[in-house]
Structures are given as structure tokens and as C-alpha cells.
């Protein structure tokens, strides 16, 4: 199969959906999976009667296994290919789901909760590199906003597969491991279109945290207001005297913003000479919205209007910071800048709920809305303070 055709720049011409295909239904499978797997491993330690501390202990085994996988992907990537990794990866992913079936002993949910999301961030890592990589750079945020909207479809449907599967018996375990294996088909057609590393990223991998700052402190918020925020919010919404359909409702509404928002927002990027302005201007509605919870809490159509347009530029975070990275570099520096990039969600998905359920615990239930704002305003202050302290480029 050929590859994308180049301009003289090395710069991708048109959008070459071989590629994109097989990158995204990867990861779209990747994600159904989750989105199953998360809710049944919960409800299963619970009726086996493991204190809720010890769960949460067990979950948080997902960030620290992506902030060791990060580093580690590039180097995979470029001794083994990109496909072949990503093969192998969702091999693991696949052994790993279906273990925690045949795994009694609690400890050992441990190490298979470790490869099971260490196989899956380097998904994520090589299929955002091969996407970036494949797509042109005028139409890359229409790209990744495709990319956005396809993985939050699949996050929604893991949960309603396991609302029909249940928690009882093998066949989740079997449907969740065979819907990661339905993942190496579109990676297996388009080995030979993946992105080709014949040379290793010139910089340590901590470098390029700080190479391009403005993507990489977007998702370090991103990961921390958006996992802080699910795990908590309906906490924050049951002390605030809202029943649970209710808030559950709100939290639907959220995600519909998030789905409904991707692709504009990554067409309106692709107009953008500089997407910075844009990943500010998000943060700061994201900081407005924040500080707005606790006075319309009481009104809970006023609460959906501000949670709908707030889902929206909290994943645009995601996706725009994701195009700006791939709009700065190519080649090994960008699967290297993209490990970064995953390394510091994974970063601010462990910080986010620690911060959050500490500031409630301290200030009452407010804590919720003046931590997510911090988190906004810790953004705001980054980019700020990077527009004045370097020069744009064009």
C-alpha cells in the first residue's frame, strides 16, 4: 500500500483514510472496552466486599501505568514499528481483560490492571501519532475533531453494553477482550500505510513536556477538571440537594457537549494561524463556568445550558491541544511530544479527583467548583504567561 503523498515540505496533501480508518476503529474499540470494563470491575470488587479505599487504590493503577508506558512507547515504536507495537499492544490489552475473570486473589487485579492500561496508552500514543502524522495540516483539527467524536461514542456505548451484559459470569469479560481484539483488524490492513521511524527523538522524554507547553498543560487540565469532575460531581450534586436521576442527567448533558462540540471546534482551529488563542479562550469559559456552579446549582436548567457549552471546551482542551502539538513537529519528535501528551493526562487524571475530594472534604461542597476553576485558571496563567514570555510563530 502507498503512502499519504507529500508536499515539498514533507507535509501531508489530503486526507488519506486508510490510515485515519485504521487508527481511529482501533481506538474506538479501545474505548468501548473501557467504557465497559471500568464500571464491571467496580461493581464486581464491591460484592466481593473490598473497602471502597482499596478499589480506588486498585483504579488509580490506570494513571501510574500510563505515566510509565508514556516514556517507554516511543522507543517500542521505533525498535518494533508502529503497527507491530500496536498489534502486540492490543494482544496484551485483550489477555489482560480477560484475566481479571480468571483472577481471585484481589492483589492480582494489580498487575493486570498495570498491563491492561499500559497496553492501552500506548494505544492511545501511536494511534494520535499515526492520525497527526497522516492527516494535512489544514484539515487536522477537522481530523481529530472526527477522532474525539468517534472515541466519546465509544466510551458511551461500553456502558450500555454493560447495562445489557451485566456483571455476572464470563461473557462481559469475553465481549470486553473481544471488542480490543476486533482492534488489530484495521491496524493489520494498514501495517504498511503506519507512520515509519527510522530515527529516535533527539531530546529526553521530559523535555518535550516543556517543548510545547501550551498542548501538554491543556490535557494535564483536561485530564484533571474531566476525571475529577465524573468522579465527583455527583457528590457535588447529591449535597447540593439534587436527586440522582438528576444529576446523572447533567452528566449526560455533559457528554452530549462533548460529543457535539469536536468537529467545529477542530474546523474552526484549521482557520486558526495560531491555535493558542483558541485553547485560552476555552479555558477561560471553562474558569467562568467553574466559578458559576455553585449559583446556578439550584437551577437545574440553567445547570444544563452551562454543562453543555462547559463539556465542550473542557474535550476541546483535548483536541485542539492535540492538533497544536501535531501542528509544531513531525516525525520521532512528534510520537515523543505525544507521549509526553498522554503522560501528562495521565498526570492530571491522578492530581484532578486527589484535589478535588480534598477540597470538598476541607471547604464543603463548594471545594468542587473552586478546585475545577484552579485547575482552569493554573491553565490560563500558562498560556498567558507563554504569549508573553515567547513570541508567537507563525
Known sequence: MSQPTTDANGHVEEIHWPSLIA???AISA???????????????????????????????MAGIASMVAAPITTKLAHDHGVAKTMMLAVVLAALSALGFYYAEAFWMWFPLRFAFHGATTTLFILSEFWINDAAPPRRR?????IYATVLAIGFAVGPLLFSLLGS???LPFLVGAGVILLAIIPIFIARHESPVLDTKPERHFLHYIFLVPTATAAVFAFGAVSAGGLSLFPIYALRSALSESHAALLLTVMGVGNMAFQIPLGMYSDRLRDRRPLLTAMAVLGLVGSLALPFLIENWLLMAVVLFFWGGCVSGLYTVGLAHLGSRLTGPDLVAANAAFIFCYAVGTVAGPQAIGAAIDVTGKDGFAWTLAAFFGFYVLVSVGRAFLRPKRS
Not at 38 to 52: A, F, T, V
Not at 141 to 145: A, P, R
Request: aromatic residues 0%; charged residues 10%.
Open 168 to 170: 455476572e459470569g464470563i
Open 30 to 60: 479501545v474505548g468501548i472496552a473501557i467504557g465497559l470494563g471500568l464500571p464491571l470491575l467496580s461493581i464486581i470488587l464491591e460484592k466481593r466486599g473490598i473497602p471502597s479505599t482499596l478499589i480506588g487504590l486498585n483504579a488509580a
Open 23 to 25: 487508527a481511529i476503529s
Open 141 to 145: 483539527g477537522l481530523v481529530l475533531g
